[in-house]
């Protein structure tokens, strides 16, 4: 007897439910259902927040498939949904010998979606090769239609914190835009997955509508492979093409490798280890051999240290992904990307468990050698926790994946002065905030000055100089008198704005000392600064 739709549509979503319950925990027998707290998406489902694109060859040999697709698509979509708990961004790009945007990478459009893939029909294609690595271009490297054969742009953002992926699913080589499969067409496919690489798994469908090929399979495979994904042969006729897109769904598997902020640190984030911003997992030597720390040596090569841990709380498994270093100029609150430069094109690294150290030269360094430096690991089976915002050490503290180090050894000479350098910006909107200095071991011997500037001067003044453990020596400049207590509060700087202050150290005897100086906002919260280590020669 005939199935009918409805028979059909319920026997899909119960595969879909078996499916998906294979990912997630199952209850103790007995066991009452635990009342929902607000936890963060990772925590409340078995991928945390997904970021999919499906990439559809629409030529006339996919009929069946695509028309599986059309009768499977609720279900995949309502897998996404559950992997992520809800929160996720969903794509839709079709390609013959051109590529077609239907629906760019956005949260909330489930419904637009449906309806682009219930509107896909299979026909044309012309010669066997089609433009699947120029569409794969369009997804990883976020597109516009100008200059190309493609109709329609993609340029949502893929989330830091999210799993993100490409199912790509079709029957032929790749061909780019000129209708013929060559040597460069392998390669600029290889070049999508090296794209890809540690940040967006492709996983490839390959519906062996002809037979099986093997150039094509060495292809699919490479897709995944190179980017974590998956390869799978489907049926010749397409028809568990949707069940295989769902199970690809399903490798949301999570490593979780961190690096300490504090030497307390477990990787659980967020926690309340203060300061946040003198990673011990990062040191900076003259050379390749490990050491205590040193400051960078302008025009040479430095070398930074960093210490990979693996695993965290949040998953488990070696780990593959990129190393990024960034360098900013000393001091605190410095906005997320703006202020940031990348120090070295990404490093890739395996992570197998335990304590991974990573070397990278720092060729010519810049002037005057004083900097802020931030790790970041960067994975696809390891997203940001949070979602990034402007706030470097908001950014911080909430995803263990970044480490933030401004560490500056200042050698001093008794009655000598020493300057460097503290750069005071603000994440937050237009509001006031505070330099706040404090000596965790022990006051410093000798005498500590802030220069604040004239503009910082003027107008700390025009809010009513508040402050404390602290007395003016000149017209910009002001002595340290507690640095267990003194602090200057209201100080008046907009977001894009950046004022560099100088600190003088004069030391009376020989001495060693810590001071740290921070900036804080308008409620005391932390938002950034600089360990000064004090020695005398």
Known sequence: MPTSSTGRRRATLVAAAAMVAAVLPALPAGAEPAVAKAVPPPAASPCGPMDVTFVIDDTGSMGGAIANIKTGINSIITDVSTLSGGDFKLGLVSFKDNVKVFNDLAAGNQAAVTAAVNGL????????????????????NNLPALGRPQTGDFVGTWRSNATKMVVLVTDALPGGFDDAHTAVDVTNAHQRALDAQNDIKISSVYIPTGGVSAPIVSIMQDYANTTGGVYTLAAANGSNTATTIQQTLRNCKRTDVFIRDHGSDTGVEPHGLNPIWTSPDITVCPTAAPCAGANPVVGSTSYIHVKLNNPGPNGSGTANGNLKLYYTAQGGAAVWPTHWTHINTAVNVTVPAGTTSVVVPWNGVPGPGHFCLL???????????????????TNTRNNNNIAWRNVDSVRVVPGKPTTRPFTLANPNPRALTNLVFTAPEGAFTGKVVIDLGKTLAERWKATGQKGEGIRQVGETRFEIADPKAARFLGLTIDPKERFETELEFTATTQTRAVLRL???DERGEDLGGVEFRLTTE
């Open 518 to 520: 921070n900036q804080t």
């Open 121 to 140: 029909v299979a026909t044309g294609g012309g010669n066997t090769p089609e433009a699947s690595d120029e569409a794969l271009n369009t997804v990883v």
């Open 375 to 393: 790790a970041r690991w960067e994975s696809a089976t390891d997203p940001m926790t949070f979602a990034e915002g402007p706030n470097t050490l």
